[in-house]
């Protein structure tokens, strides 16, 4: 079964430092790793989706690499905001796309 | 256009009581998955439909849960007999189709809080 966890699991920082978050998992053969925001009650907001032959994918201020040999992908965050406080979350899908394993997330506060 | 939508947004169900949670994916969505996610934690998958057909069921944590989705729109998730360990936050989740290598995104709805008292 595959397993995807998150490092760390809470993150504090000021306003304007850049940031990585971590997410590895334990099954290599995968087709995409999606990355994902969470807002306090609300649902997962889609931020970044690499595809198994990417290594990079970017969108704005956010940079999400994948190495799949090392069963990894980060999420950086330049010059972060207040805004950017949230739940950050990957996940994977099983090779037939029928589930989708999710990390237990990372908590970012970024201070004004 | 409309995201996924859920109904109701918070429930509180008495030890015992039925339940039942509705989901309404983005018009012309093949895949549609339901998730349960505990306080701090990630969502765990529940189950999985593509259409109108129940692909995947491994998630579900026991025979108290029943999901449908008869006309390959709406899904509903019934909870018999609720217990308390089934209060969580229940959330759908909708793609476009099911391809392996796609760009396929998963859309989520904003989640239904059970609390089961």
């Known amino acids: 079964k595959q397993e995807v966890t998150q490092i760390p699991a809470a993150l504090s920082v000021p306003e304007g430092e850049n940031l990585v978050l971590n997410c590895s998992f334990t099954?290599?053969?995968?087709?995409?790793l999606q990355w994902f925001r969470q807002d306090p009650g609300k649902g997962l907001t889609s931020l970044l989706l690499?595809?198994?032959?990417?290594r990079e994918q970017t969108s704005g201020r956010l940079n999400a690499s994948l190495d799949k040999s090392s069963g990894r992908s980060t999420l950086y965050i330049a010059a972060s905001q207040p805004g950017d406080s949230a739940t950050y979350l990957c996940?994977?899908?099983?090779?037939?796309?029928?589930?989708?394993?999710f990390g237990s997330g990372t908590k970012l506060n970024v201070k004004p | 256009g409309a995201g996924v939508s859920q109904s109701p947004r918070y429930k509180v169900a008495k030890r015992g009581q039925d339940v039942a949670l509705r989901c309404d994916p983005i018009?012309?969505?093949?895949?549609l998955f339901w998730y349960q996610q505990a306080l701090g934690q990630g969502p765990e998958f529940l189950t999985y439909?593509?259409?109108?057909?129940?692909?995947?069921k491994s998630g579900l944590p026991s025979d108290r849960f029943f999901a449908e989705r008869p006309e390959g729109s709406v899904s509903t998730l019934k909870i018999q007999r609720t217990q308390q360990e089934d209060s969580a936050v229940y959330l759908c989740?909708?793609?476009?189709?099911?391809?392996?290598?796609?760009?396929?995104?998963?859309?989520f709805g904003p989640g239904t809080r059970l609390t089961v008292t």
């Open positions: 989740a909708s793609s476009l189709t099911r391809t392996s290598g796609s760009r396929d995104e998963q859309y």
């Open positions: 099954d290599s053969a995968i087709y995409n």
């Open positions: 690499i595809q198994s032959s990417q």
């Open positions: 996940a994977v899908p099983k090779y037939n796309f029928n589930k989708f394993y």
């Open positions: 018009s012309g969505h093949v895949s």
């Open positions: 439909f593509q259409n109108e057909a129940q692909l995947d």
